[in-house]
Each structure stands twice: as structure tokens, then as C-alpha cells.
């Protein structure tokens, strides 16, 4: 046990020293002399852009978009409480659809026994 945690500290250990090289080795006059400059170029582009207009023009274009896309958010929603207005509707009438349907069954059925009963009636007075 012991053993593994030595090999596990000189490990550490290996490599907290490869950073702290690392970190010497960097040279800074390099980044500040080519890339510092290259990124204050890029701002000064950027700059320009939102000064023609540009820029501006996009963020309208980008403002238009939100709104279009909050009035069909808007229009999807109405369309779906119709769409489940309607089903409602639909159901309501398919239940007395089936109301009308019982009734006039047992308006038949009732017909039919009272056809019979005078049938009946009639032969009794034969």
C-alpha cells in the first residue's frame, strides 16, 4: 500500500512540474506582439461594422424575427384551443347522436309491442 501511494505522489508530483515548466516557457513579448495586436484589429473591425450600421441593421432583422416567431407561438396557441374547442363540440354531439339513436330504438321497440297488442285485440274481438 504503501508502495502505491509513492508511485501515485511521484506521479503528482511529475506532473505538477510539467505545468510549472510550461508556464515558464510561455513567451509573453510573443503573445503581446502577434496576438494582442490581431485581437484589437478584430475589435476595431467590429467597431466599424456597428458604426456603418450594419450591426444595427442585423439586430433589427434579429428583433423582426422575435416577433414573428412570438406571434405564431401566439397563433399555434389560439389554434390549438379550437382545435379542442371543436373536439369537445364534436363529442358533445356524437353523445346525443347516441341519445337519439337509444330513443328511437326504444320508440320502435314500443311500436312494435303496441302493433302486436292490437293485433292481439283485434283478434279477441273476431
Excluded: H, W
Excluded at 473591425?45 to 439586430?59: D, F, I, Q, V, Y
Amino acid at each position: 500500500m504503501l508502495k502505491l501511494l509513492q508511485s501515485i505522489f511521484k506521479c503528482v508530483s511529475a506532473t505538477f512540474g510539467l505545468g510549472e515548466n510550461y508556464v515558464e516557457d510561455i513567451n509573453y513579448t510573443q503573445i503581446v506582439n502577434t496576438d494582442v495586436p490581431s485581437m484589437v484589429e478584430y475589435v476595431k473591425g467590429l467597431e466599424a461594422e456597428l458604426g456603418n450600421g450594419a450591426g444595427l441593421r442585423l439586430l433589427a432583422i434579429v428583433k423582426d424575427l422575435e416577433q414573428e416567431l412570438a406571434m405564431g407561438k401566439l397563433e399555434l396557441e389560439n389554434a390549438k384551443e379550437r382545435i379542442t374547442t371543436t373536439e369537445d363540440e364534436k363529442e358533445k354531439a356524437l353523445c346525443k347522436l347516441r341519445d337519439t339513436e337509444d330513443r328511437l330504438l326504444q320508440l320502435k321497440e314500443s311500436l312494435m309491442f303496441l302493433l302486436e297488442g292490437k293485433k292481439g285485440s283485434m283478434k279477441d274481438a273476431i
